[in-house]
């Protein structure tokens, strides 16, 4: 009898790494998007930081009128602009983690509808080619995890920018790369690997 | 069936997960991810239940993700756990929930708009199961929030829940990580005995602004803000200022002194003005006390033209000037030398209270063993009053150290014997030889003794009695000599000729009770420098005052302090130092700071008065003054204004003979024919020193006409050395003595 539930969780499961798979590659996409733009954010901290140490009026520059107003204005609007890719990108990740979110919630919900039948000899069942069931939802929610942890580090960077204060601007390409883990995409690869059998063996 | 509690995995870290057995699981009637709560000494811990990944029975691992405050800082760690210790409880959706948000710095509380804060933290508790009165810890986010303190949840059934999107949070609170934390710890404070009055008056000054701030506003005042301990090394005073603190709840920052200066012009200054900024901001979350510890090193008397340290003293001054109404911290500053401090820095406004902790009272010292030993297995027969009453001087380090050494003691002696770890009376009283009262070390009269009891000395009898009146029984029956308003003698003069026992008498005095001896000669004082032996022997008087009860033993007395009657000189030494010695005998008062115990500080709360007043009375008796005994064979070269009645006791020494003969030739073999009667009529004008000389002949005689094979002394030797004496003293002298020297 538990045969039919089991059977429709691991055509759940194989549903969620699938689109784990695909989501994993999306976001890949998208850092690597999002890096350049980092960087320009960091010279153009850069450059305020150098047109608020120079006294315009003793450079031969002093004849154009309003030259430092207009730098600073042109500067900001291109921090702007950088910003605002900076958020499209954001939102894209967002998406990203909200469909994972969604898939290991709904595959979690279909498991504690069926909990009372699937005892847990049968959850912690493995074989040669697939792994068993806890493991599996475990790994899920680890990869879960991750990219909500992730994407959390990568806002909290970007929200904890203040235009008054140029040093965040600045540090702010150093904080975005040392946020990488490239042990955790690491361990989703791994997980990948693991279910590969599993996902073909349908 | 135990479980063994393994740490967590590093992939596991913050996913919440409690990794156990699947048979264990099953019997429990647990799914995948169900919610566990596992009950630990000290606290409990909600995870989800998840099967260990090699699927093994008898181990837990479990993430403490939402836990009890407690093991956050001391996580559980080598522990077996009963089965019965996991229970699960029921998760249902929460819709609302109340937080505090615990964060890093306080920059970020200051800077970030509190509706990212709601969003971060909602993003972060997504998904999390916790319990009321947990803290979830969300350091592997590794942000700048920290933990999450649940405050209430809306459930009445059920004291857990699961956090989902849908959940409202309402933040109560933001505060720093360092506030949370000295919260927490202010439930661990340490036991400081016998300080009750200075610390009630501390917290007062710390709660009363918090407390009914209304109260203060209306009546146009303001709080005291800085407090100056100060005391004798060793009272205790930084551990009170960390006791105070833990009792309220207040965050500590303390500054000292090295850790300030720095190398660079204006470093310090610099410094110092950060200290002062970090308690600002710590005292905008609770109380906060900034604690300068050791401030004459700090702070020092700013003297010359361009020191570095004036422009840091200039720096604190005008810090603590530039506090303002709303700065609701409390300075204290602590220091063992008030002298050497700034007077700019003691006037109200900066530092309005300076509290006094004196040398610890007796019953103060009772406070303080009977709060060492509480922890020490002391066997019953140790009685900490007496204990108490044998440590005059200590102060609480002394007292500490006194235990430590206690306890090694009893450690040592069971190695031997493996008997029960219980530290006895006796290990106290080898540790009490080992440790002395700190305020005597490197003192300048500083003696060591050999007991030696009262029978030791032959004859005697009415000038023993008078020593153990002047001594003795004001120690021993405090309450007699309160009852007959008497009040203890301040000096003995023991005068005679020389060779009668004089210096062996204030041995033994010192001996028989347990007070301080303190003895000098003219070789301690005098110094080729003006001014520098009054100075000592000033100080010799206050590190006395300092352990009283303490005998002062001035030998030879007539050399040490002159006349100022039959002085050709009258500037001299001699007496100047006599001068000093009359004004510390009969000065008009002590200094402040040679205070004991704690003066009594006015309070809001009102203290009971009368029932302590008899004691005290008693105790005033006991610890008094300081006893001078002063030891001379010229009396007439004294000075009269130190022989009048009041100042020093006249007591003469004249031995009786017989008593003496009695006990030199106590431990010699003297044959049965040896008539000491007939000795003692023949030996007139003998002093007790030629009696002893007159027996040590007789022996060597003994040996030198028997070969050394000599078994007892014979009468005939006796009287043989006897014809080679002659005695030392004089009938004239003897006259003399007899007359009073005045």
């Known amino acids: 009898m538990s045969k039919p539930a089991l059977l429709s969780l691991h055509q759940a499961l194989r549903k969620c790494f699938q689109n784990l798979e695909n989501n994993q590659k999306v976001w890949e996409s998208m850092l690597t998007e999002c890096s350049p733009l980092m960087v320009s954010l960091g010279n153009l901290a850069e450059q305020s930081r150098a047109l608020s140490n120079i006294q315009i009026s003793n450079t031969p520059l002093k004849d154009f009128p309003d030259l430092e107003e207009r730098l600073r204005f042109k500067l900001q609007l291109s921090t702007d602009t950088v910003l605002g890719k900076l958020n499209e990108n954001m939102s894209s990740l967002q998406s990203v983690r909200d469909s994972i979110s969604n898939q290991v919630s709904a595959v979690v919900h279909l498991y504690e509808q069926n909990a009372d039948i699937l005892d847990l000899l049968t959850v912690t069942e493995r074989s040669a080619t697939g792994p068993s069931v806890s493991d599996m939802m475990g790994w899920l929610h680890d990869a879960e995890r991750h990219f909500r942890q992730q994407f959390l580090r990568r806002k909290t960077v970007l929200q904890s920018l203040r235009p008054d204060d140029l040093s965040l601007l600045e540090s702010a390409p150093k904080r975005w790369k040392s946020l990488e883990s490239p042990s955790a995409g690491d361990h989703i690869r791994d997980t990948l690997c693991k279910v590969h059998f599993f996902i073909e063996s349908q | ?742």
Not at chain 2, 381 to 398: F, H, I, K, N, W
């Open chain 2, 1 to 742: 069936m135990s479980l063994r509690l393994l740490s967590v995995d590093s992939s596991d870290r913050g996913s919440q997960r409690c990794r156990l057995g699947p048979g264990l699981m099953s019997a429990l009637g647990l799914g995948l991810g169900s919610p566990l709560l596992v009950s630990v000494p000290g606290g409990s811990c909600l995870c989800t239940a998840w099967p260990r990944a090699d699927l093994a029975e008898g181990f837990l691992q479990m993430d403490l993700k939402c836990s009890s405050p407690n093991l956050i800082f001391y996580p559980p760690s080598q522990l077996c756990l009963d089965p019965g210790q996991l229970t699960p409880v029921p998760c249902p959706k929460l819709k609302h929930v109340k937080i505090t948000v615990v964060v890093q710095s306080v920059d970020f509380k200051k800077h970030t708009p509190p509706r990212l804060v709601h969003e971060l933290v909602k993003d972060m508790l997504k998904g999390v199961y916790v319990h009321n009165k947990h803290v979830i810890n969300l350091m592997d986010f590794d942000t700048e929030i920290r933990y999450v303190v649940i405050e209430s949840i809306d459930l009445e059934s059920s004291s857990a829940g699961l956090i989902t999107s849908k959940t409202g949070l309402e933040i109560t609170g933001i505060q720093t990580v360092r506030h949370y934390w000295s919260q927490l710890q202010g439930h661990h404070t340490v036991p400081v005995g016998g300080l009750d009055e200075v610390s009630a008056s501390l917290r007062e000054m710390l709660q009363l602004p918090l407390l009914y701030p209304a109260t203060l506003n209306s009546l146009g005042v303001s709080c005291p803000r800085g407090v100056l301990l100060q005391g004798p090394p060793g009272v205790g005073k930084t551990l009170l200022v960390r006791k105070v603190v833990g009792e309220v709840g207040a965050s500590l920052v303390v500054v000292r002194g090295p850790e300030v200066v720095g190398s660079r012009p204006g470093e310090s200054e610099e410094k110092l003005r950060a200290v002062f900024e970090r308690a600002r901001s710590a005292a905008e979350e609770g109380p906060c006390v900034l604690f300068l510890d050791e401030l004459d090193s700090l702070c020092p008397k700013r003297t010359g033209s361009s020191a570095p340290e004036n422009r840091l003293v200039a720096q604190l001054l005008t810090l603590m000037d530039g506090m303002n109404q709303s700065d609701r911290f409390l300075i204290i500053g602590a220091t063992n030398r008030p002298d050497s401090l700034d007077p700019a820095l003691r006037r109200p406004g900066r530092f309005d209270r300076e509290v006094i902790i004196g040398a610890p009272t007796l019953q103060q010292r009772e406070a303080i063993l009977s709060v060492l030993s509480a922890r020490m297995p002391v066997s019953p027969s140790v009685d900490m009053a007496e204990l108490a009453q044998r440590t005059t001087g200590y102060v609480g380090a002394d007292l500490s150290a006194l235990c430590r050494e206690a306890a090694m003691h009893a450690i040592r002696e069971n190695s031997k014997s493996s008997g029960e770890q219980v530290v006895g009376m006796q290990h106290f009283q080898e540790a009490l030889k080992a440790v002395g009262p700190s305020c005597l070390r490197g003192s300048l009269g500083r003696t060591e003794l050999c007991p030696l009891s009262w029978d030791q000395i032959g004859g005697l009898d009415e000038v023993k009695l008078k020593l153990k009146q002047s001594i003795e029984w004001p120690m021993l029956y405090p309450e007699a000599f309160v009852r007959l308003g008497l009040c203890r003698p301040r000096g003995v003069l023991l005068y005679g000729p020389p060779g009668c026992a004089k210096t062996t008498l204030v041995k033994a005095a010192a001996g028989s009770t347990h007070c301080a001896f303190l003895s000098v000669g003219g070789a301690d004082l005098y110094s080729p420098y003006v001014g520098d032996s009054e100075k000592a022997l000033a100080q010799l008087f206050r590190q006395a005052r300092a352990c009283a009860p303490c005998i002062l033993f001035l030998d030879e007395i007539d050399s040490l302090i002159g006349s100022r009657s039959n002085n050709q000189t009258p500037n001299s030494v001699q007496t100047r130092l006599l001068s000093v010695l009359l004004n510390e005998m009969d000065g008009i008062g002590l200094k402040t700071l040679e205070r004991r115990g704690t003066e009594k500080i006015l309070q809001a709360e009102g203290a009971e008065e009368n029932s302590t007043q008899k004691q005290l009375e008693c105790q005033e008796v006991c610890n008094k003054e300081v006893m001078v005994v002063a030891a001379t064979n010229r009396p007439d070269c004294l000075d009269s204004a130190l022989l009048r009645p009041g100042r020093l006791t006249h007591i003469v020494c004249l031995q009786a003979r017989l008593c003496i003969l009695r006990v030199c030739t106590q431990s010699m073999p003297v044959c049965a024919d040896v008539c000491l009667e007939e000795l003692a009529a023949k030996t007139e004008l003998y002093s007790g020193a030629d009696l002893e000389n007159l027996c040590k002949e007789a022996a060597l005689l003994a040996l030198q006409e028997e070969n050394m094979e000599a078994s007892t002394i014979k009468h005939t030797y006796f009287l043989r050395s006897l014809g080679h004496m002659r005695p030392s003293l004089t009938a004239q002298q003897i006259q003399s003595y007899q007359k009073h020297p005045r």
